[in-house]
């Protein structure tokens, strides 16, 4: 066990120690949520080295959200149990290992494989640098801390797909993974040399059958979900191994909710669900994770394969939104404050949902413009709307039940990007294929303007590329298939994105039947 003088920086009694603790808790959020959005501009990149299509690729991301979701409700019990230092040190092993694995990952299965684990090591990352921060920190400069601590998951929705894209353009994909190696074992030196060992002596009992049946019912749920209309799958949905898991699925749920409600001591306390403000606003929470975590997946996809941007480009298309969300919560605390917290939380929703409104009508011609404006004005209703609902889902939880009140919203913020991910990710599947149906359908080759269009790219393909007569119409006709298919793509995210507008006004509803009130406490929103 390190022992420190009290002249010692690293002292947990010395004025500075608390401070140096949380730039290392700042390193670690930084790189848990930079992960969790680096990896969408990437994702054309793996499907093309793997050969994969979007059916599977998508659980990169999801297995990601997926193990933070199991990880966060038992990382706090844990922690109370065998350390919080030991279990942040672990936490950062975790992810860094699996950093590596990722990097050096063959096949698109260890690659997901390998994302489990990077996502088991940020879902303890995370929900332990803000319990140290907030045990180490009087009152009185609590908010400042935590502000910083905000700051660097801000600062990472902002600049991972940059980043990301960065990486990935000027060397390989495999760095994006990479890069975490080196800042993890620093981080794990650093929580080594600075972090004190605080273990809470009145640890409560674990609910082994809450975390069993919660670990099934996820990764079944999501499953069955993204393999109902896969290429794979003939049957559809009424495959029986989609209905065999889809009962375990509901059974393991029926499970979870019966035991968090019976036992004394639940993983993940549901009966706060309960409390009026709290039940209402994770509902809200839900649908807005869905719109806001599936339309992050899939807008690098369509700026990458549809108008050819590089990962760079379209990594740098996100850079405002996590600038802009920063600027715009302060003011949205503000107007909750002095007039009512349903304000900015409508006003919010309007423009959340109108800006996917906006990506809804897409194409192969689409200006960078139209695009950064609706970014711009998904960055602004970000900010009004998760402070305002942040403040009111807490205002009537007591105070020692906040941190099992924290568990449970970044618990089903996981669980409805998860989700968001699969249902989005599975819904451009089938809509790719009906529209390329319905396109394929209205060509007849043997009317006039069919036999029309097909002459005139044979003619510029003979005359403008040199292709031999005998060459030019099987040419031609494959140009025509190949926009035909082009077109359905970029019709199916147009579909994707008006179903995630159309969730975002469904989970405004719930808004009306808050109560609201006005407050002098404001407190971080969360990042994406």
């Not at 049946?213 to 109902?228: A, D, K, M, R």
Request: net charge positive; aromatic share 12%.
């Amino acid at each position: 066990m390190l022992v420190r003088s009290r002249d010692s920086a690293f002292h947990p009694q010395h004025d500075s120690y608390k401070w140096f603790l949380l730039a290392n808790i700042m390193l670690g959020t930084f790189m848990a949520v930079l992960d969790a959005t680096i990896v969408n501009v990437g994702l054309p990149k793996i499907m093309a080295s793997f050969g994969v299509g979007l059916d599977k690729i998508q659980w990169v991301s999801t297995a990601y959200m997926l193990a933070m979701a199991v990880a966060l409700p038992t990382s706090g019990w844990l922690a109370d149990k065998f350390g919080y230092k030991r279990l942040y040190f672990l936490g950062l092993l975790l992810f860094t290992l699996g950093s590596m694995m990722c990097g050096r990952s063959s096949d698109e299965n260890m690659l997901i494989f390998s994302r489990v684990i990077q996502g088991f090591g940020a879902g303890t990352i995370q929900p332990l640098g803000m319990a140290i921060i907030t045990r180490e920190f009087p009152p009185n400069q609590r908010g400042v801390a935590l502000g910083f601590w905000g700051i660097s998951a801000a600062a990472s929705v902002s600049f991972g797909p940059l980043i990301g894209g960065f990486l990935i353009d000027k060397f390989s994909w495999p760095l994006i993974f990479d890069v975490n190696i080196p800042f993890g074992i620093i981080a794990m030196l650093f929580t080594i040399v600075i972090q004190g060992e605080y273990i809470n002596k009145l640890a409560r009992k674990f609910d082994m059958v809450g975390f069993i049946s919660v670990t099934i019912f996820l990764p079944l749920t999501l499953y069955t979900l993204s393999q109902g209309n896969t290429a794979t799958n003939s049957e559809g949905w009424h495959a029986p191994y989609i209905l065999i898991n889809g009962a375990i699925a509901i059974i393991a749920l029926a499970v979870f909710i019966t035991a968090e409600l019976t036992v004394k001591e639940p993983l993940l306390d549901l009966r706060l669900l309960l409390n009026h403000n709290f039940g209402i606003a994770n509902i809200i929470l839900v649908l807005f994770s869905l719109g806001m975590f599936g339309s992050t997946f899939l807008l690098p996809i369509y700026l990458q394969n549809s108008l050819g941007y590089s990962a760079l480009q379209a990594g740098s298309v996100f850079l405002p939104v996590g600038i802009i969300q920063g600027i715009t919560a302060p003011i949205s605390g503000k107007i909750s404050d002095k007039i009512s917290a349903k304000v900015p939380m409508f006003v919010g929703v309007f423009l959340f949902a109108f800006s996917f409104y906006l990506n809804s009508n897409l194409s192969w011609l689409t200006e960078l413009r139209f695009i950064m404006i609706s970014l711009y004005i998904r960055g602004f209703a970000m900010g009004l709307m998760f402070t305002a609902l942040t403040t009111v889902s807490l205002s009537e939880i007591p105070r020692e039940k906040m941190a099992q009140a924290s568990a449970i919203t970044n618990s089903i913020r996981q669980l409805g990007g998860s989700l968001g991910v699969a249902l989005l990710a599975t819904l451009l599947t089938s809509r790719v294929s009906f529209h390329s149906q319905d396109f394929g359908g209205s060509i007849k080759q043997g009317s006039e303007v069919y036999q029309q269009t097909v002459n005139k790219i044979k003619y510029r393909i003979e005359h403008d590329a040199g292709s031999s007569p005998s060459n030019a119409p099987r040419q031609s006709q494959a140009m025509l298939l190949s926009n035909l298919n082009k077109q359905a793509y970029i019709q199916g995210i147009n579909d994707d994105f008006l179903i995630a507008a159309i969730l975002t006004l469904i989970g405004g509803i719930p808004i009306i039947f808050l109560h609201t009130k006005k407050t002098n406490k404001q407190i971080t929103p969360p990042h994406e």
